[in-house]
């Protein structure tokens, strides 16, 4: 029932937001240059890889030595304004068509993470990664990643269709505040390394 879900609502949201999508994908070569679109290898179920698709928010810059400059100072006022408002994030629609990731779920982050886990942690993986989930709508980046986790596992061993539902309401309306975006001074969150309790 999930999966028919899930692809029913992408689809849909596939079509209502084409011309949205179109735009974006103009706009993002016109300020940030090619390519377009950012793929990134993240795990999916069972830590199986898989790539992300999402906009490109930041320009490729780099310093004399030809290494990739900070966060903060690649990332554009545009792109800003396409995370505050998780534009960026539609493409994601397709990695659930294609069946990477689920409307809802913890969301996939590094492969570098990976062996970082506590086996608690761990737990997150036992279900497909989602485009968002109930860490996404109970702080997002401004909570610390221990806390992520935590909210993360305790989807696992509740999840539920009535569960879902409620988590894809409460994310429309954090979209349309623009909320838990940063964390701290940071424009994302800072890297894992390794859980502090253990």
Known sequence: MKRLFDLVVSICLLVLFSVV????????????????????????????????YKFRTMKDAKDR???????YIRLT???????????????????????????VGPRP?????????????AKRHEVKPGITGWAQINGRNTI?????FELDVWYVENQSFLLDLKILF??????????????GNH????????????
């Open 170 to 183: 409460l994310t429309f309306n954090k979209v349309l505040r623009s909320e838990g975006v940063s964390h």
């Open 65 to 71: 030595d030809g290494n990739v400059l900070p966060d």
């Open 109 to 121: 982050l590094l492969v570098d993470y990976l062996p970082l886990y506590t086996e608690k942690q």
């Open 21 to 52: 999508i179109l735009i974006v994908a103009v706009l993002v070569r016109l300020k940030l240059g090619a390519p377009v679109v950012f793929k990134q290898e993240r795990p999916g179920l069972h830590g199986k890889p898989f790539y992300l």
């Open 77 to 103: 006022p545009f792109g800003q304004r396409l995370r505050k408002y998780s534009l960026d994030e539609l493409l994601q629609l397709l990695n659930v068509i294609k069946g990477d990731i689920s409307l």
């Open 144 to 148: 610390s990643w221990e806390e992520k």
């Open 187 to 198: 424009v994302t969150m800072e890297k894992f390394s390794g859980s502090k309790l253990g």
